[in-house]
């Protein structure tokens, strides 16, 4: 058997990868020296075998390489790679072996190859060393194929990727880390990229996914079940760059922190330009399934690295898909997490040298509602047309309202705007039967961050409307009251002044009111409460309490509600000072021993007891100071075992004292309800 063997290092240092040359240093060698041997050997010759110590280019690298051509027509090529690295990627022991190998004048063709490795695939190719053409096919799978065509003409070049129903998962080695790794789907298409020396020219690709998956290390970025399509096309036109692009997504959900596409029915149209220091989309068309359509530009420094210009035009944009796709991940730790919402809106944004210079903001028929209850919005249609170069006036328009159960009624708000600043001379809301006035108001950004200030007042508000609407016990009289200034600013709202309410024919007056992050999920308010000289028949006929005659003050100090929870207070109730008449029925004496826990007794004259409805005493107190969820009481006066909440006075007299000086404060909530639904029999000393 004649055997040729030629042995050596083969070292090379240009890369023709991103030129476009033939892009096979590999084939082209192999298939040269393999031909050379041929055309040189005798008839006789049964095989030919070509050695390489290595090759290495900065794209790729392969050693111990040993090429055989075997047969009597030397049609059987067998190639065989210790170790080859491509793009930091190392694969051992892989090989080529083409059973159909044609060596004509033209060149090399091997129509039925197989590549061996850790899978074994076909593989097809033709090598043309005269036009510098080379084609390349292989099929991992069935019904999958990759054709890879590359030319070189005189110094022009170009290079074409063809795709039928490709695994995207086998792309995953080839990608950056921080790069969105594919895990599933298919792809088909084409992707050319052409140019003339060491320069691209030109950039086109269409390509179809179907059932695409993909997902990044961090979690943060992922997509599933997507089925869509990519398009785009790019030309160097002098030093600069002329580009579209389209994306539709028809089916899938992604998901991109904080984002989350549920559905398909989403695309992208761009066109542009691209050079050494800008990234431009001079014209785009957005899509978004749920929400609406809208233009876009905008203009991307890429020597600095931030947005340079950006312009967003729509109208008639849904608000309710707006909200739960694109802002409620935003709001997840504000009062605005939780929203019903309908209605349109028109947006024409304008941004420039990294601010906004433009928001013209219209909205038709808007209702935002939130799901707890808290507050609502109906029937809004307002004109913003907010410029940071020239004043403006906002009209808003609002039909009708809530804060908490209470309704508001229709309000016009014409809204001042002279840059980041704005202002509202006086704004009059109706509000049950009277009305909640504001003045003064004035909104402003400083040091990045919102202040505003406003100040106003209560007109006279029935209390039976006002029980009503927030359904408690029915109460009688008006509420009124003045608004100090209030401030906020660092999160933090501050009210400077006294709060002052009438209320129960007496005043409360709300002071040192402070509230941490009153539009977070868990405000935090501080305050003390004062309220003096309340007519108890008012208020214990409002919570079916049992008759009470007289006053009363009420102070609560230090006060600290977490998301609207008590914390912290110190709250004293005690007979106001004065001259009045002093009287309390059987049910509240039963209802005040209740309210003491087990223990509390209430001290009356028997030979009474049988014959008064109700009883005198001299006065009535009791305090808590919760700390840590327990409510530490005392009352009037205290005894030897316990505390004295009535103290009797006058015929018949009657004397109510408390055990328990601890007690839960949810236990003690629980006996306040207890005690407007059952009536609590007295222990008669």
Not at 320 to 340: H, S
Not at 573 to 595: C, D, E, F, H, T
């Amino acid at each position: 058997m004649a055997s040729l063997i030629a042995t050596g290092k083969w070292q090379i240092n240009s890369t023709c990868t991103e030129q476009g040359r033939a892009c096979s240093f590999l084939v082209h060698g192999l298939v040269l020296f393999c031909a050379f041997l041929w055309l040189q050997s005798s008839a006789s010759a049964q095989e030919l075998t070509l050695s390489i110590e290595d090759i290495q280019s900065p794209s790729f690298s392969a050693s111990a390489i040993v090429a055989k051509l075997r047969g009597e027509d030397f049609s059987t090529l067998t190639v065989e790679i210790g170790e080859l690295i491509v793009q930091g990627k190392k694969w051992k022991k892989v090989g080529l072996i083409c059973a159909d190998v044609r060596l004509e004048k033209r060149g090399v063709y091997c129509k039925k190859g197989m590549f061996k490795g850790k899978i074994s695939f076909p593989v097809s190719f033709s090598y043309l060393p005269g036009e510098k053409q080379l084609s390349l096919t292989l099929n991992p799978a069935p019904r999958e194929k990759w054709e890879l065509f590359a030319q070189l003409r005189n110094s022009s070049w170009e290079t074409r990727l063809s795709v039928t129903n490709g695994a995207v998962a086998q792309l995953a080695p080839w990608l950056p880390a921080t790069t969105p790794v594919p895990s599933a789907g298919l792809i088909s298409g084409q992707l050319s990229l052409a140019g003339k020396d060491k320069v691209p020219l030109s950039v086109s690709g269409d390509i179809q996914f179907k059932q695409l998956a993909f997902s990044d290390a961090t979690g943060l970025h992922a997509g599933e079940k997507m089925d869509g399509r990519v398009k785009m096309q790019a030309n160097k036109r002098g030093t600069a760059w002329k580009w579209q692009a389209d994306l539709d997504l028809r089916n899938g959900e992604v998901f991109w922190q904080p984002l989350y596409f549920s559905k398909g029915g989403h695309s992208l149209t761009v066109k542009g330009s691209l050079n050494k220091n800008f990234f431009t989309v001079e014209q785009g068309q957005l899509k978004l399934d749920g929400i609406g359509n809208a233009e876009l530009s905008g203009k991307w420094n890429q020597v600095d690295g931030y947005l340079n210009d950006f312009d967003l035009r729509g109208s008639g944009i849904n608000v309710d898909g707006l909200y739960r796709i694109l802002l409620k991940p935003y709001f997840e730790k504000t009062a605005f997490a939780d929203l019903k919402t309908k209605g349109k809106i028109d947006l024409n944004w304008q941004f420039r040298n990294r601010a906004t210079q433009v928001f013209d903001f219209k909205t038709h028929d808007v209702d935002i509602d939130d799901e707890k209850q808290r507050f609502a919005l109906n029937g809004m249609n307002a004109n913003i047309p907010w410029n940071r170069a020239q004043p403006a006036q906002a009209n808003i328009r609002i039909k009708t309202g809530r804060v908490l159960n209470l309704p508001l009624g229709e309000m016009h708000i014409p809204l001042q705007m002279d840059g980041l600043h704005f202002a509202l001379a006086s704004l009059s809301i109706p509000l049950l039967d009277g009305k909640l006035n504001l003045a003064d108001f004035e909104a402003s950004m400083q040091n990045n961050a919102w202040r505003w200030q406003f100040s106003g007042g209560i007109a006279p508000i029935s209390m039976e409307q006002f029980s009503n609407a927030m359904k408690i016990p029915v109460m009688q009289g008006t509420l009124s009251g003045v608004i100090p200034k209030i401030t906020y600013a660092d999160e933090t709202l501050r009210m400077n002044g006294a709060l002052l309410f009438k209320l129960f024919d007496g005043t409360v007056v709300v002071k040192n009111l402070v509230m941490l992050e009153p539009l977070g999920l868990a405000p935090r308010l501080m305050s003390d409460v004062d309220m003096r000289n309340l007519d108890l028949g008012l208020l214990t006929n409002a919570f079916s309490f049992g008759s009470i005659e007289g006053r009363i003050d009420v102070n609560v100090e230090d006060m600290v509600m977490s998301n609207w929870q008590p914390v912290r207070f110190k709250a004293k109730v005690l007979s106001s000072p004065g001259s009045y008449r002093k009287k309390i029925s059987q049910r509240a004496v039963q209802n005040i021993s209740a309210l003491g826990g087990a223990g509390a007794a209430a001290a009356i004259q028997r030979s009474f007891l049988g014959i008064f409805e109700q009883f005198g005493y001299d006065k009535i107190g009791l305090s808590c100071a919760l700390v840590n969820g327990v409510c530490v009481m005392e009352g009037v006066e205290n005894t030897a075992n316990g505390f004295v909440i009535v103290k009797g006075g006058g015929i018949p007299a009657i004397t109510v004292i408390g055990y328990n000086r601890q007690v839960s404060w949810d236990e003690l909530l629980q006996r306040l309800k207890r005690i407007t639904q059952s009536n609590v029999k007295p222990v008669v000393q």
